[in-house]
């Protein structure tokens, strides 16, 4: 907490001018950001160095620190001039904590006095049983299909949700009875064949919940996957074996669906990078629908370069550069996730704030909006889900598990009126939504909590949903894209911060990523 004696916006601003120097190598900036004199200290695993005139002589030596990006910031004021600084960063190849203590001169300006670095590797998996889950891979391959022999995705192994049309395979669904009445697919989905001429490969056909009807990634048929950035708890769906396989190190991209959440949840859940892409903007053709209205084909990745390379190859451009004016925050949709996922987003975003120099600016949202968006949604997406599937189900009547096979059969009975009534509302949603995102990008909770444990049971599922559906549907009945960043943590269980931009900024969007962290 702060008060009117603190000035955190010069500190902040001080914490991200040291970061952009440190980045770009500017020595001239970084020796006036740390205090003269000889009681400076500068530490790392290898020793201390100590006065500003030794630490100056090592920066201009060194030629340059490892690329690293800010992910979140946490500032301890010890005083109205002094505060204690905590930065987590990632890097290419690991993750490191950086700790400072700055001071505010009689000038006015802010300086450190002491820092500390530590660093060490990313660690893929927290459960070697992730690795041959039945649970997260329905087939396995070494690789099950092999890519272009070059590309800017050589050599990227990808688990791909079982909706999507693998040649020679079936589409499996997450249920046996669709899996044995499924023939033989005899192209590659348009999605897919895109990573592969880009040089990925096929690792395995991951595991999905029923018909992708569900957002908790828990599969009556073939289980839960493991979780390996959440242990004990669920990896979150529908693309819930593409999530797990990435956040256990199987796979370095998961190919998956999102129809309302299906790629941000797993995403938030398992601390991973997660996509959304611009309604239509990537084919979805040779994928098994759920909603045509709100259907889209993502991706995720351990680590937003990834993330950044895979999603150039689908959207068939190079990401942008252009910036918004701010980052906007509604304190009412923060506040739909419980209060330490609130907590955690607000933390994130702050570092975003700080990572892109971009100011965060509250906006209000209509009152009762988000109930009244999510029951449009659910109308509309109930009545195309049972459209596509009502045949099926009727026909096998044993062959999804209760919850989900409710959720499908309320879908027979929406009338024309009350889909035509919910239909109104998602179009002046949309509305809405267009016209605040030329403000600025906004920003909120990925999910209303961390992943559930896997006894949650089907209360414990349902309400976790429920809570969620209200934040992750306003993308997916308004068509704009959504970057989900694993910033947060709720104790040890990862939360995400879920930025949202105008429809067709996609490349704008995976920008920040290129402006976060190494290429």
């Known amino acids: 907490m702060t008060d009117a004696h603190h000035d955190e916006a010069g500190l902040l601003a001080a914490v991200t001018r040291y970061e952009r120097a440190l980045m770009a190598d500017d020595v001239a900036v970084l020796d006036e950001l740390f205090a003269p004199g000889p009681a400076t200290l500068r530490a790392e695993g290898t020793g201390v160095l100590v006065g500003a005139e030794h630490i100056a002589a090592f920066r201009a030596a060194r030629g340059g620190a490892p690329a690293r990006w800010l992910r979140r910031v946490h500032v301890r004021w010890t005083g109205p001039d002094d505060a204690h600084v905590v930065a987590e960063s990632e890097r290419e190849h690991g993750a490191g904590v950086q700790t400072q203590w700055w001071h505010r001169d009689e000038a006015g300006s802010w300086r450190v006095h002491a820092a500390h670095v530590s660093g060490g590797p990313v660690t893929a998996s927290l459960d070697p049983a992730a690795a041959d889950d039945p649970a997260t891979w329905r087939l396995r391959g070494a690789p099950l299909v092999a890519g272009a022999q070059a590309g800017p995705l050589l050599g990227l192994r990808v688990a791909v949700k079982d909706l999507v049309a693998v040649a020679g395979q079936r589409v499996g669904g997450g249920v046996p009875a669709w899996l ?12 897919l064949q895109r990573l592969l001429d880009a040089g ?179 109308t509309v997406q109930a009545a195309q889900a ?27 009975a929406v009338g024309a009126d009350e889909l035509a009534a919910a239909r109104d509302v998602v179009a002046r949603t949309r509305e809405w939504l267009d016209g605040l995102l030329t403000r600025g990008w906004l920003c909120l909770p990925s999910t209303s909590t961390p992943a559930p444990p896997r006894d949650a049971g089907p209360e414990g599922f349902e309400a976790a949903r429920a809570g969620t559906l209200q934040l992750t549907t306003l993308a997916s009945q308004c068509g704009v894209p959504a970057l989900g960043l694993p910033w947060g943590r709720v104790g040890e269980l990862p939360v995400g911060l879920c930025v949202l931009a105008p429809r067709g900024a996609d490349a704008d969007l995976l920008g920040l990523l290129e402006a976060l962290g190494p290429a």
């Open 180 to 191: 044995e009445q499924a023939p033989l697919e005899p192209a590659h989905a348009p999605a």
């Open 200 to 378: 990925a490969q096929v690792a395995g056909t991951a595991q999905t919940d029923e018909l992708a009807f569900s957002l908790m990634g828990v599969n009556e048929h073939s289980g839960t996957p493991v979780n390996a950035r959440a242990p004990g708890r669920v990896p979150g769906g529908s693309s819930s074996g593409s999530a797990a396989a990435v956040a256990a190190g199987t796979a370095d991209l998961g190919l998956g669906t999102d129809t309302a959440g299906s790629l941000r949840v797993p995403g938030s859940y398992c601390g991973l990078y997660a996509w959304r892409p611009t309604h239509g903007v990537v084919p979805v053709e040779g994928v098994l629908p759920l909603a045509q209205d709100f259907d889209t084909v993502g991706l995720l990745a351990r680590d937003g370069a990834t993330l950044r390379r895979g999603a150039a190859v689908l959207l068939g451009a190079d990401t942008g550069s252009a910036r918004p004016e701010a980052l906007l925050r509604s304190q009412f949709l923060t506040g739909l996730a419980d209060r330490s996922t609130a907590l955690a987003v607000d933390a994130a975003l702050a570092a975003l704030s700080v990572a892109t120099g971009l100011p965060v600016r509250d906006v209000e949202v209509p009152a009762g909006a988000p109930a009244a968006w999510t029951a449009a949604f659910r």
């Open 386 to 412: 049972w459209a596509n599937h009502g045949a099926f189900i009727e026909a096998n009547p044993d062959a999804l598990s209760p919850s989900v096979a409710t959720r499908f059969r309320a879908g027979a």
